[in-house]
């Protein structure tokens, strides 16, 4: 299993332009998040998914966009990139029917620069 | 208000102590979950060790074992027997409800071992 891959690994976008981070994993888990990491500040989410076809927005939302049209991919798009979305982007996904023992596994991270 | 506060932004620990990360946590939730992760310089997020609301006993995983004093609402995580390799950043977080997969992040530890 390659678990959960992230690509780019690193991206520089100016400010206004779009852009999409792609997410996938070979585990067939049901469950898939983005979350965005900043100094100080943990990580936060921004939208996540329980299944193919179902979406919604986590904490930060705002500028972003996800669908989830198969089980494996979970892609998130940069509308209009603005230097506030500097930031880590790690991917997430877990089996969603574990219950309390559920575990998220974590991709390796899209370093994000937005002059 | 903040879900999980993590007090400690960075810690120095001696090749072979312990070393004791807090972890305080707010939930109203009677079924919660918390987890620890590390990240180390290379950015990944790796999952330690988890804890269930309703597990009688801390959870122990080789040399990391959660002190978990649910009166007190903390999960402190201790590492035994530090080694160098034990150097990265620890993150603390939480899931609420039995099934609502999404985690709350604390702000992280950073801990430093030292030759």
């Known amino acids: 299993n390659a678990g959960v891959t992230q690509t780019p690994k690193f991206q520089v976008l100016k400010t206004g332009q779009s852009m999409t981070l792609q997410c996938a994993q070979d585990?067939?888990?049901?469950?898939m998040s983005w979350y965005r990491q900043d100094p100080g500040m943990g990580l936060r989410l921004i939208h996540y998914?329980?299944?193919?076809?179902?979406?919604d927005q986590g904490e930060v939302p705002n500028g972003y966009n996800v669908s989830r049209s198969t089980t494996e991919d979970f892609p998130l798009r940069l509308l209009s990139a603005a230097p506030s979305q500097t930031s880590v982007y790690f991917c997430?996904?877990?089996?969603?029917?574990?219950?309390?023992?559920?575990?998220?596994?974590f991709g390796p991270g899209t370093r994000l620069l937005v002059l | 208000a903040q879900k999980i506060t993590q007090t400690q932004p960075g810690m120095f620990v001696q090749e072979k102590e312990a070393v004791t990360l807090d972890c305080t946590y707010d939930?109203?939730?009677?079924?919660?979950?918390l987890f620890w992760y590390k990240q180390p310089s290379s950015g990944e997020m790796i999952f330690l060790i988890y804890q269930g609301s309703y597990d009688q006993q801390n959870a122990t995983e080789g040399r990391y074992s959660l002190n978990f004093q649910k009166a007190r609402k903390s999960a402190n995580l201790v590492i035994s027997a530090s080694q160098l390799g034990d150097s990265a950043m620890y993150f603390c977080?939480?899931?609420?409800?039995?099934?609502?997969?999404?985690?709350?992040f604390g702000a992280g530890t950073t801990v430093t071992v030292r030759a």
């Open positions: 997430a996904s877990s089996y969603g029917d574990r219950g309390e023992q559920e575990t998220q596994y």
């Open positions: 998914s329980v299944g193919a076809g179902i979406t």
């Open positions: 977080a939480m899931r609420e409800g039995q099934n609502d997969y999404k985690l709350s």
């Open positions: 585990m067939n888990h049901e469950y």
């Open positions: 939930t109203s939730d009677p079924s919660y979950g």
